[in-house]
């Protein structure tokens, strides 16, 4: 899973530093570097409120960080089939290109 990843991208794919976002989430701009860089793990409390900030519902945040390796090996074809398909209605509906 590449969550921070995700969080950096649609971040800066909206246009806001670190420190605009951080201030809206309620966490410190090193804090937010921090889990960009998958160096730490927010609490959900913490997921809630970026997912919030990045208007996008936590559960989409969680598939946009999802990685082949995520996935159990007998379901990973299915997941390779579905991916595009989902992560395009996904940019449609909330543009967030990934």
Not at 26 to 51: D, F, W
Not at 55 to 72: R, V
Not at 77 to 96: H, Q, T
């Given at each position: 899973m590449n969550l921070g990843t995700v969080i950096k991208d649609i971040?800066?794919?909206?246009?806001?530093?670190?420190?605009?976002?951080a201030e809206c989430c309620g966490i410190t701009q090193t804090y937010l570097s921090?889990?960009?860089?998958?160096?730490?793990?927010?609490?959900?409390?913490?997921?809630?409120?970026?997912?919030?900030?990045?208007?996008?519902?936590?559960?989409?945040?969680?598939f946009l960080s999802l990685n082949?390796?995520?996935?159990?090996?007998?379901?990973?074809?299915a997941f390779e089939i579905i991916n595009p398909s989902?992560?395009?209605?996904?940019n449609e509906f909330f543009r967030v290109e990934r």
């Amino acid at each position: 899973m590449n969550l921070g990843t995700v969080i950096k991208d649609i971040r800066k794919q909206r246009g806001q530093t670190q420190t605009e976002f951080a201030e809206c989430c309620g966490i410190t701009q090193t804090y937010l570097s921090q889990i960009e860089n998958n160096a730490k793990e927010p609490n959900l409390a913490t997921l809630k409120e970026i997912s919030k900030n990045l208007d996008l519902p936590l559960p989409i945040l969680f598939f946009l960080s999802l990685n082949e390796d995520d996935i159990s090996p007998e379901k990973r074809r299915a997941f390779e089939i579905i991916n595009p398909s989902v992560k395009s209605l996904i940019n449609e509906f909330f543009r967030v290109e990934r």
